[in-house]
């Protein structure tokens, strides 16, 4: 499945916007089987770092208190996910409980108050990504 992501995707270059869509649609038809909805969901921290030059490798070292669902978080929100689909990989019934869990997580990366996580994590991946030599 996550292999299918990649081949679909490496012929459009970085372009996160059909790495969304496909994900989407790998997820949506993944709700009717647990196991490969979990199998999907586990892959998605792997797609980011490969798509975002490293990110959850970074975060891994410079953020040593995050746990998996942070880094899931993080993964999805890289990778250019919504809030209600963060939702819904999360299983949250309520956006409420999105943004308690995100409030944590920008606690736990000490991201400033007048930048908003996602501004956070873009600005990191496109550092990561001019590290890499890449043109943004």
Known sequence: MV???MNATATGGTNMDLLGKKLRKL???????L????TLIN???????????????YLR???????ERDLL?????ALGASSSCISMVFGYEHHVTFYNIRAKLR????VPQQ???????SELVSKLDAAAGKII
């Open 3 to 5: 292999i299918e992501v």
């Open 107 to 110: 606690r736990k990366m000490a």
């Open 73 to 77: 978080l993080c993964s999805l929100i």
């Open 43 to 57: 892959s998605i921290p792997s797609l980011a770092n490969i798509y975002c030059n490293g990110l959850v490798t």
């Open 35 to 38: 196991e490969n909805r979990k």
């Open 61 to 67: 070292m410079r953020y040593k208190e995050l746990n």
């Open 115 to 121: 930048i908003e996580l996602e501004t956070f994590i």
């Open 27 to 33: 997820f949506s038809v993944s709700r009717n089987s």
